[in-house]
């Protein structure tokens, strides 16, 4: 089956820093991918949709300043946490749509993120 | 409001009985599509079972299968056989179409489910 892979899988920043999460299509074109993020024992909740070659549409409530995502390709969108704070500790999953007559949605791995 | 609900945060079942996640769901979007998928303590999303909103039949992937009532805006997960292995999270997710979802996969609350032996 189809593969994402998010790179790192962990990451352990001090506050203010920025933190930049990759996600990629390994084996197929993502014209779309998505970003989740997880809180412990929660659902996923989307963050935004990331398109390629556009403007993320972002969830409302999300800060498009702060969660900065950017799809240069059609196998690598990135999301970039700014000036993280510790409440933006979290999991962050990616999610990359095939499209076409299948048109399913994989997710990758998933990136714990830990804001000191 | 909530699009996607489960009700059971927990679910205990013995090793190889069969056991039931509830899912029930709100649209308004005559296409859409509902999911399940399993998130271990590893945290990777696996995907286990697609419904169409115009699927006839009930799917079923191996010892998976989904109880679609349409009318009744449900979509329960049946496990057959539980394993040890079956232990984890459960999300129920629906994707709408572009008229009022733009292909956005929404997820449940999730149902945690104990196998024991």
């Known amino acids: 089956g189809a593969v994402v892979s998010q790179h790192p899988s962990r990451v352990i920043c001090k506050s203010g820093t920025s933190v930049k999460i990759e996600c990629r299509s390994l084996d197929f074109q993502a014209t779309t991918m998505f970003w989740y993020r997880q809180f412990p024992k929660q659902s996923l909740m989307l963050m935004a949709t990331s398109n390629e070659g556009s403007k993320a549409t972002y969830e409302q409530g999300v800060e498009k300043d702060k969660f900065l995502i950017n799809h240069a390709s059609l196998t690598l969108s990135t999301l970039t946490v700014t000036s993280a704070h510790p409440e933006d500790s979290s999991f962050y999953i990616c999610?990359?749509?095939?499209?076409?007559?299948?048109?399913?949605?994989?997710f990758g791995p998933g990136t714990r993120l830990t804001v000191l | 409001a909530q699009k996607i609900t489960q009700t059971q945060p927990g679910m205990f079942v013995q090793e190889k009985e069969a056991v039931t996640l509830d899912c029930t769901y709100d649209?308004?979007?005559?296409?859409?599509?509902l999911f399940w998928y399993k998130q271990p303590s590893s945290g990777e999303m696996i995907f286990l079972i697609y419904?169409?909103?115009?699927?006839?039949q009930n799917a079923t992937e191996g010892r998976y299968s989904l109880n679609f009532q349409k009318a009744r805006k449900s979509a329960n997960l049946v496990i057959s056989a539980s394993q040890l292995g079956d232990s984890a999270m459960y999300f129920c997710?629906?994707?709408?179409?572009?008229?009022?979802?733009?292909?956005?996969?929404?997820f449940g609350a999730g149902t945690r489910l104990f196998v024991k032996a």
């Open positions: 999610s990359a749509r095939t499209g076409g007559n299948t048109d399913t949605q994989y």
């Open positions: 419904q169409g909103s115009y699927d006839q």
């Open positions: 997710a629906m994707r709408e179409g572009r008229r009022t979802g733009g292909f956005k996969t929404i």
């Open positions: 649209t308004s979007d005559p296409s859409y599509g």
